[in-house]
């Protein structure tokens, strides 16, 4: 798309997200250019003369590798994501029944030292992606598109996707950004590449922003947060990941927009949580964020099984 008719899109988001930061009813939203893809779907009416079953309760499978089974559970029951980059914790992860896997570039500072995302290249995702697709997942598995690849051109972002699903094996992608990136997610997922999109605070941006935060406190920053989820849902992404999100903000989003929002910081009242999986584990090398509840120390498991190894093979035992 020409820079000055993007420009113009841009312009017109903000010209029509609501006055006040509550996001407004579907059906109260004004009409965009842009039919919803989705909310063109939901719209059939039941006509009255079909007979419809009232009393089947329905059935949820338990756990199936579909972005429709995703956004299908919303409204039914709370949805689970985790990260996973190799093999050994993909299992684990897969085995706990999760809904999806992320393989986030979050690999970049849970397991490579890195301080940021932003070093984290599509080699890293790739290898790291096929070793969790190798643990032969239950669940959708998600690859995060790391740092640049979706600002250069669309060819490039396209050649990135595929690298992900074809050598990584990934069922779907997942993009930071909200209506700057609108018009290529839109594109991908005619394409046949699922998209979930990822907004509030985004890790690949912290140099910019200048640090981690909460999003959406201030009404204009809420206004733009509504616009950035609703572009993304007319873009077609099948969920949206909400990091940081002031917990008001993220309650009225997941009530306003088709795609289920998965809240990551953003409280409880989103259709799902995500969560890196090492950090609820107690398995981190750095600082663990303070919304995230801790369910193991690994950290210390490992430690003491490791100092008593050292200790036994000192004092002339074998270790076996
Ligand atoms: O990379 C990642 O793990 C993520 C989650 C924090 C959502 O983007």
């Known amino acids: 798309m020409p820079e000055q008719e993007k420009t113009e899109k841009t312009e017109q988001s903000k010209a029509e997200a609501p006055s006040d930061s509550k996001p407004k009813p579907a059906s109260a939203r004004p009409k965009r250019g842009r039919p919803s893809r989705a909310r063109q779907n939901n719209k059939a009416k039941v006509s009255d003369s079909i007979p419809v079953n009232k009393e089947k309760p329905k059935e949820i499978a338990l756990v199936e590798p579909s972005t429709s089974f995703i956004k299908n559970l919303k409204g039914n029951r709370p949805i689970i994501g985790l990260t996973a ?109 699922p998209v979930l999109g990822h907004i509030g605070l985004l890790p690949q941006t912290v140099k910019a922003i200048g640090g981690y935060r909460k999003f959406g406190e201030i009404k204009e920053e809420a206004q733009s947060i509504y616009t950035d989820a609703i572009t993304l849902e007319e873009a077609g992404c099948f969920a949206i990941i909400a990091e940081m999100l002031d917990e008001k903000v993220a309650s009225e989003l997941s ?9 990551i910081g953003s409280g409880d009242a989103c259709d799902g949580q995500i969560l890196v999986t090492t950090d609820l584990l107690g398995w981190s090398h750095g600082p663990v964020p303070k919304f995230v509840k801790s369910y193991a120390n690994l950290n210390k498991v490992v430690s003491d099984a490791l100092g008593k190894y050292v200790i036994d093979i000192r004092a002339g035992e074998r270790s076996r």
């Open 85 to 193: 980059y190799d093999t050994i914790l993909g299992a684990a992860v897969s085995a706990a029944n999760v809904d999806f896997i992320l393989v986030g570039d979050s690999l970049g500072t849970t397991l490579l030292g890195y301080d940021t995302t932003i070093p984290v290249t599509m080699d890293d995702m790739v290898r790291h992606t096929s070793a969790v697709r190798r643990a032969n997942p239950q669940c959708l598995v998600v690859a995060d598109l790391p740092f640049g690849e979706a600002s250069l051109s669309f060819d490039r972002l396209l050649e990135s996707c595929r690298r992900l699903m074809q050598e990584g094996g990934a069922d779907a992608v997942k993009i930071e950004g909200g209506r700057d990136v609108a018009d290529d997610i839109e594109k991908l997922v005619a394409t046949g590449i």
């Open 255 to 263: 009530k306003q927009i088709l795609p289920p929002l998965i809240g």
